[in-house]
C-alpha cells in the first residue's frame, strides 16, 4: 500500500440517510429507487477520479454493439488503492444494513467478485439501451435485488447526454431522467420490469468520458412476482430504435428464454443427459 486510506463511512450518517429518504425510495416511480445528490465527502470521490484509468491505459472489456458500447473494468486489480478501499467498505456490514433500512429489503448480500461491477466508462457515441439486467450471479447463484451508481463527472453540462433513463414497465416512456453529475448516487430496485439504461449516443467533447462506480447487491431469493425466469442482460428497443443488427450481443434465445417457465429447460437439459 502506498497511500494513507484513512476515510470510512460514518455510520450516524448512513442511518440518517436511511431514515430521511426510504419512504421516497419505496414510492418512486417507475420503480423503487433514489437519487441522492453529494453522496460521499468531495475529497474521497476526487481521489479516485485522479486514478481512474483511461480508455486505454488498462485492459477494458469493450462492448461495442447494437445495444452498448462502452468499456468495464474486469478486475479489482485494475483498480487504484483508493477505489478498491472505498469499493470494499460500500460491500461491508454498515453499508448492507444502510440499503436494508433504505429499500426494505432484508438479507441482502454484497458481491465481492464485483461481477459486472466495478469502473464503467463511456466515451464520445457510446451508449447503454434499455434494459433489464441479468438476474442470477453467474457464480453464486443469487438472485439479484440492487444497483448502485455513483457518477464522477465534473462540469457535466446538460447537452453533453449520458442521462441515466428509468422507463415505465410497458416501455412506452421514460418516467425519469438523471443528469450523471460528480457525486450523485443512484439506487434502485432491479426485476425483470426495472427498464433503465444510457440509450442515447454521448455528445460530450472529445478527451471527456462519462465514469461511474456500479455495484451490485444480491438476496437468497426473492418475491415471485419480480421475476419471470433467470436470463442474462435483455435490451428492449424503445419506440424508434432499432436493435436487430449482427453486432448485437442479445441473442435471441435470451429474449426468449426469458418468457419459457423453467421446467421446459430443465427437460431439455435432462433429456441430453440420457
Given amino acids: 500500500m502506498t497511500q494513507t486510506l484513512s476515510f470510512c463511512l460514518d455510520y450516524d450518517y448512513l442511518n440518517d440517510l436511511a431514515e430521511k429518504n426510504c419512504p421516497s425510495y419505496a414510492q418512486a416511480q417507475p420503480f423503487p429507487h433514489i437519487v441522492m ?17 483511461k480508455p486505454g491505459e488498462i485492459n477494458w472489456q469493450k462492448f461495442d454493439a447494437a445495444a452498448e458500447k462502452k468499456l468495464a473494468s474486469t478486475s479489482e486489480l485494475q483498480m487504484g488503492e483508493a477505489t478498491r ?14 440499503l436494508e433500512k433504505l429499500t426494505g429489503i432484508s438479507g441482502i448480500i454484497p458481491d465481492p467478485h464485483f461481477q459486472g461491477g466495478g469502473l464503467h466508462q463511456i466515451e464520445k457515441g457510446g451508449f447503454l439501451k434499455m434494459h433489464v439486467d441479468f438476474n442470477k450471479h453467474k457464480d453464486l447463484g443469487l438472485d439479484r435485488r440492487l444497483n448502485l451508481l455513483i457518477y464522477l463527472n465534473k462540469d457535466w453540462q446538460e447537452e453533453y447526454g449520458g442521462h441515466f433513463e428509468l422507463w415505465d ?7 425519469k431522467k438523471v443528469l ?3 457525486n450523485r448516487c443512484v439506487v434502485f430496485s432491479t426485476s ?4 433503465h439504461g444510457h440509450p442515447d449516443p454521448l455528445t460530450c467533447p472529445e478527451g471527456r468520458t462519462r465514469k461511474s462506480l456500479a455495484l451490485y447487491y444480491y438476496s437468497n431469493g426473492r418475491p415471485a412476482e419480480e421475476v419471470s425466469n433467470a436470463h442474462s442482460t435483455v435490451f428492449l428497443a ?13 441473442p435471441l ?5 426469458k418468457f419459457i417457465p423453467p421446467i421446459i429447460f430443465e427437460i431439455r437439459q435432462a433429456m441430453k443427459k440420457k
Avoid: A, W
Fill in 37 to 53: 445528490d453529494n453522496f460521499l465527502p468531495e475529497g474521497v470521490l476526487e481521489q479516485i477520479l485522479q486514478e481512474f484509468p
Fill in 85 to 98: 478501499f472505498l469499493l470494499y467498505q460500500l460491500n461491508s456490514s454498515m453499508f448492507v444494513r444502510f
Fill in 169 to 175: 414497465r410497458d416501455m412506452t416512456h421514460c418516467v
Fill in 180 to 182: 450523471p453529475i460528480f
Fill in 192 to 195: 425483470d420490469f426495472s427498464y
Fill in 238 to 250: 424503445r419506440p424508434g430504435d432499432n436493435l436487430n443488427s449482427k453486432s448485437s450481443s442479445v
Fill in 253 to 257: 434465445k435470451t429474449v426468449v428464454k
